[in-house]
């Protein structure tokens, strides 16, 4: 089981300033050690605090690239893509020279899309720097949702895919995501959350019971990366 280290903060500013500085110091390390950097983020609507603080770091952006760690199969018109969402909050100012590496692409379906996006995906350096995931309320992260049937392709820690197609029961959108093993080739592994109501998600995935019922547990039991949670109320 891997290490999980718990921070705690009054708010979400104190928060977003100190993963912000966290994110930082890994982007600074993986230019400093091979010239250039990989960032792995969530989407949804808990990173946009951080988005913007971390836009206003001293960062060589141009050696940076960044990805998501999932998307809805939406244009970037839609207020549901993550990416328009990425763009707005983080690549602006300096931020907008870092390379931006979508994993939507022009196919009608995600299933469509897997080849293309993974060759996308080759052009990140490996290991990430650093993943940042969020967590819905249901135990998903990424698009790792409970009930999919691509979940168990998608958790498989022997699959050669870097990305796969989700269609999440119910979801408005299918979605593409970054499989676990690729979501764990990285060096650090961030676990992002705000409100009890997730607090308490995050409780009981650290209880007994099926990965499937809560596929953040895929991240919390293994033991290639630790693991820090970020969480404020
Ligand atoms: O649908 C998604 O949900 C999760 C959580 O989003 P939030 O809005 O509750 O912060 C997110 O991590 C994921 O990237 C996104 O596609």
Redesign the pocket.
């Known amino acids: 089981m891997t290490e999980i280290q718990n921070h705690v903060f009054e708010n979400g500013a104190q928060l977003a300033d100190t993963l912000a500085n966290y994110v930082t110091e890994a982007i600074n390390a993986g230019i400093a050690e091979r010239g250039r950097a990989s960032l792995v983020l ?6 946009a605090r951080l988005f913007q603080q971390l836009a206003t770091r001293p960062i060589a952006w141009a050696d940076v690239t960044v990805t ?5 199969w939406v244009d970037e018109t839609s207020e549901d893509s ?1 990416a328009a969402m990425l763009r707005r909050e983080l690549l602006t100012g300096e931020a907008a020279a870092a390379k931006f590496i979508s994993l939507k692409t022009e196919h009608a379906t995600p299933g469509e899309g897997e080849t293309a996006c993974a060759e996308r995906l080759a052009a990140l350096p490996v290991p990430y720097d650093l993943v940042v ?5 249901d135990g ?4 790792l949702f409970p009930g999919d049937a691509n979940l168990g392709p998608a958790l498989d820690p022997d699959t050669a895919q870097p990305c796969i197609a989700a269609n999440p029961p119910g979801a408005a959108q299918a ?1 593409m995501t970054l499989t676990l093993p690729s979501l764990l080739s990285c060096r650090r592994l961030v676990l ?3 409100g009890a109501e ?1 607090r308490a998600v995050l409780e009981k995935a650290l209880e007994d019971g099926p990965v499937e019922d809560m596929p953040v547990r895929a991240l919390l039991r293994q033991d290639a990366v630790p693991v820090d949670v970020f969480w404020a109320p």
């Open positions: 969530s989407g949804g609507s808990t990173p998501l760690t999932d998307e809805r993550n995931l969020g967590m819905g309320t998903h992260t990424a698009s979605r992002l959350i705000s997730k």
